[in-house]
């Protein structure tokens, strides 16, 4: 019998997508930089890649399965480098709407001063065309842009005295975050926390989506209108705050790499 090659994802417990079990957001991460090449990890001879856009992911996009999942959705090759980095000035909060895939998603914050361990993923142009429909930066009813941090006041570290010195990518929330009940942008806890706490709070969500986070991923996933309505009562209730990172996004028409995609927007 063949061995089981261990730099597989369902080797190293990183097989399961957020798209799959939406209570799992934002998925496993690997505990180190690597090539994620196929549903493959494998060792990363260098930390920076002249030729690719540096992209920081603050959720699923730094879940090897879940990009495996974007990737073969446009047969996209899925040979991306991800290099876990310390990256200051940003901090993980919560989208202020509900995906339609059943979760309510992160998005990042300004938060200077806080320094946090997140991933750089080194896409190439259709790579980048990829992930930027499945944010749905394309559409003007899409829930994320794109937003370029400079290097100048957003600090990220590679690794032992490796700093990025140009600018990196990140996706920001069109609708801003949600917020602790005093416009301070509340960080992510996790789905199945964010959900209860949300669930507990809200009646009227209780009525559209049900009384436990199971039954809010089961009742959203794929019910369009149903997100669209439970995005409009985060709202209603005055749970929203900017994220602070507004500035920084830039029109998309201005032929940065990986614009104007024509790929159709799969389930955001």
């Known amino acids: 019998m063949a061995a089981t090659d261990p730099r597989t994802l369902e080797a190293l417990g990183l097989a399961l997508a957020p798209r799959d079990d939406p209570l799992s957001y934002p998925g496993a991460w690997p505990e180190e930089s690597a090539l994620l090449d196929g549903n493959r990890l494998l060792p990363l001879d260098r930390l920076v890649f002249e030729d690719r856009v540096p992209v920081l992911a603050v ?37 202020a709407h509900v995906s339609v ?17 997140l991933f750089v993923t080194w896409l190439d142009a259709a790579q980048l065309a990829v992930v930027d429909a499945s944010e749905g930066i394309d559409s003007p009813t899409g829930p994320f842009d794109r937003a370029v941090l400079p290097a100048a006041e957003f600090r990220v570290e590679l690794g032992p005295g490796e700093v990025l010195d140009g600018d990196v990518c990140v996706y920001v929330n069109r609708r801003g975050v949600l917020h602790n009940g005093d416009a301070t942008p ?28 199971d039954d809010f991923c089961a009742r959203a996933r794929g019910d369009r209108e149903r997100c669209a309505r439970g995005t409009r009562l985060f ?34």
């Open 59 to 95: 959720g699923s996009n730094a879940c090897p399965a879940q990009l495996v999942h974007k990737m073969a959705e446009h047969g996209v090759a899925c040979r991306i480098p991800m290099v876990r980095a310390r990256v200051t000035g940003i901090e993980i909060g919560v989208s």
């Open 101 to 117: 895939v059943g979760y309510v998603s992160a998005s990042p914050f300004h938060a200077p001063g806080v320094t946090r361990d």
């Open 186 to 213: 509340r960080p992510h806890p996790g789905e199945r926390a964010l959900l209860t706490e949300l669930l507990t709070g809200s009646p009227e969500l209780r009525e559209l989506f049900g009384v436990t986070p």
């Open 235 to 268: 709202g209603e209730h005055k749970w929203t705050t900017a994220s602070g990172l507004e500035p920084y996004v830039r029109s998309q028409q201005t032929g940065s790499p990986g614009t104007g995609s024509s790929l159709p927007p799969p389930l955001m």
